[in-house]
């Protein structure tokens, strides 16, 4: 199974960025998806989820309204739309993928950075 997770980078505040999670090696839509961040020196955060069919979805208090998962289980495709960025949501954000209420697999990550 491998998540690869692509689209970060650095951005201004108030800025936009487009996350992409391209899944491969498992039957994408049997499970739920979600994307994750850490920034330095903090502990790896919840930022939302997906169910595996699209139709529900969840998010971190501080990114509602601005951020929304999104996927095609046409493509095996999470999308993470970032919209107002600010310099908090700096981090490394990582796709996951869930089956039975366990993060079975992991991306490796990409880097967001948002000046201020």
């Known amino acids: 199974v491998q998540l690869q997770a692509s689209g970060g980078g650095l951005v201004q505040a108030g800025g936009s960025l487009r996350l992409s999670c391209a899944a491969s090696?498992?039957?994408?839509?049997?499970?739920?998806m979600a994307w994750f961040r850490q920034a330095p020196g903090k502990e790896r955060e919840f930022v939302a989820t997906?169910?595996?069919?699209?139709?529900?979805?969840d998010y971190r208090d501080s990114v509602k309204g601005r951020f929304t998962i999104s996927r095609d289980n046409t493509k095996n495709m999470v999308y993470l739309q970032m919209n107002s960025l600010k310099p908090e949501d700096t981090a490394v954000y990582y796709c996951?993928?869930?089956?039975?209420?366990?993060?079975?697999?992991w991306g490796q990550g990409t880097q967001v950075t948002v000046s201020s």
């Open positions: 996951a993928a869930s089956t039975r209420g366990v993060w079975s697999f």
């Open positions: 997906i169910s595996w069919s699209g139709s529900s979805t």
């Open positions: 090696g498992l039957t994408f839509d049997d499970y739920v």
